[in-house]
């Protein structure tokens, strides 16, 4: 099955108002590049809660999605600081990052609360991003396809295919380094992922589920990367807040 490729910009903690001129930027920039066939993927931002409401107004949703990087597991409540998953639709979201490793270190997230956040994610009608990855201690021992099989079987909801489910495949020594697997460890890991999906929603269904590669994107590694056996796009962070780096990477997609 050919699954379009999606590239996500993860902006983490980063972007004040003044940022959105990077958003429109990028979306001026994906607007001409359509009209001459040059871009082939789906591009989404996934800004700070404090922008996802204006920027779902202020980017046309077919050039740009919007996504949020967390939500909570219940709908409404007595949870201060938290923001549901229908607040973040209500705000004009179609995606949310579930599970990013920082989260999952910041705030002790465990698989089972990522896949509780990622069915509150569907109950609202968002395509939720789950996100996995081994540490480099567990990728030294030869734990990685082990560590990542398991975070996929327990992280990923009940009829995430059907839903737009999402993986996200991030080596945590990857994020923010500099630093990438090869392509083959990444063609590797993404068959086992692949696999996992295959056990968990049954092979057939399963096809419908993208899997991305994230840690260390740039514009020097996107083509490579993207063209990668098993990827269906990238989860970009750092290069996803200079809209020409960003452009480069949506541009790097391969034709399926
Ligand atoms: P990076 O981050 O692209 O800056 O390595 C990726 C991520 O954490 O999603």
């Not at 990855?133 to 909801?157: F, H, I, K, N, Y």
């Not at 295959?198 to 063209?227: D, H, Q, T």
Request: proline share 4%.
């Amino acid at each position: 099955m050919a699954r379009e490729t999606i590239v996500v910009g993860n902006w983490k903690m980063h972007g004040l108002s003044a940022a959105r001129e990077e958003a429109l930027a990028l979306s001026r920039m994906i607007e001409t590049a359509r009209e001459t066939g040059g871009v082939r993927a789906a591009a989404v931002i996934c800004p700070p809660f404090t922008l996802v409401a204006d920027f779902a107004r202020a980017l046309s949703e077919d050039r740009i999605g919007v996504g949020a990087q967390d939500c909570h597991v219940a709908e409404k409540g007595a949870h201060t600081g938290d923001i549901s998953a229908e607040m973040l639709a209500d705000a004009g979201a179609r995606f949310v990052i579930v599970g990013h490793s920082e989260r999952r270190q910041d705030h002790g997230e465990t698989d089972a609360m990522v896949n509780a956040k990622a069915s509150a994610a569907m109950r609202a009608g968002l395509a939720p991003i789950v996100c996995v990855g081994e540490q480099l201690a567990e990728r030294d021992a030869g734990a990685a396809e082990r560590v990542v099989v398991g975070q996929v079987a327990a992280s990923t909801p009940e009829g995430g295919a059907e839903a737009g489910l999402i993986v996200a495949y991030e080596p945590v020594w990857a994020i923010g380094t500099g630093r990438t697997p090869t392509l083959a460890d990444v063609a590797a890991m993404h068959r086992a992922i692949r696999g996992a999906l295959a056990s968990r929603y049954g092979a057939e269904p399963a096809e419908a589920v993208r899997v991305l590669y994230g840690g260390s994107v740039k514009p020097a590694n996107a083509a490579e990367i993207l063209a990668c056996e098993g990827v269906d796009g990238a989860l970009v962070g750092g290069a996803s807040l200079k809209a020409e780096d960003f452009f480069t990477i949506v541009e790097a997609a391969p034709a399926r």
